[in-house]
């Protein structure tokens, strides 16, 4: 789950992980143009993005509270014995749709605890206590395991198998990893404190990258330069207001089924 950020004392937008990924979905139809190539294979790149963190599925309808904050733990401050798990199961999920998809998905998991193979600074195993680092690391070895056998899978088809080519794999890798933090962007931070971002190690090819930056330009409107995707477009995601409480003031599957849905919609246009 994404608990957005909020002005001071104003309830918190609470994000499932299935309407994120939805979000970045929607970004991964929208993707290319002629200057970044398209989603190839399209259909298992548009399931995959749509499904990454599908793991998520039944700890966000019954999350477990942060003592800190009073509300459901906030993505990657998840504690290791519950976010281990989602992590292995997103790519059980993917790899029942297709070995590719899970392929996908495992390196998504994988490069989380490890900077995005080297795309990010943020490397999540060292934000674990030391006595929790044992569970990602078994999660993490179980993954290598899983992506050796996958490959192995993709190599006999012969559709698929020019996209382990190291460039081309890490170029599907590296699209995923764009549509899931820009609809991080959105997810993550409210409106009112959006501000300029630049995304790194957008695709462009195989053989090339781009940075791309979002800057808000007015309600509900944001520039991009360069710009890559097909053309302007709306998108939207939907999220529910919580406040903190305890269970005395019902159960979070309650709280979270009682309230709205609540959707934002907004515009990407060229900078």
Known sequence: MIIQTAP???????????????????????????????????????????????GWLEFDRDPVIDEKTGLP?????????????TSKQSPDFNERQSPFCGLMSSMHSWGLYNGRYGLSQHVLITQ????????????????????????????????????LEEKKLFQNYKQLQFMD???????????SERGVQTFE???????????????????????????PFASNSEFAFAGRHISPRGNNNGSWPEVLR???????HFRLVPA
């Open 181 to 191: 933090t820009l609809a991080l962007y959105f997810n993550r931070i409210h409106p």
């Open 73 to 85: 733990y906030n993505l990657i401050e998840t504690p290791a014995r519950y976010i281990t798990v």
């Open 8 to 54: 001071a004392g104003s309830p918190r937008l609470a994000i499932m992980m299935y309407e994120h990924t939805a979000l970045s979905g929607q970004f991964a139809r929208a993707f290319g143009n002629e200057e970044f190539e398209p989603l190839s294979p399209l259909d298992p790149m548009v399931y995959v993005i749509s499904h990454h963190d599908a």
């Open 201 to 227: 190690h957008v695709p462009r090819s195989a053989d090339e990258d781009a940075s791309v930056t979002i800057k808000p330009q007015g309600t509900g409107v944001y520039a991009l330069s360069p710009f």
């Open 128 to 163: 674990f206590p030391e006595n929790e680092r044992p569970l990602a690391e078994r999660m993490l070895d179980g993954e290598l395991v899983r992506q050796k056998r996958l490959k192995a899978e993709i190599a006999e088809d012969p559709q698929l198998a020019d996209r």
């Open 258 to 264: 009682r309230a709205p849905a609540e959707w934002e």
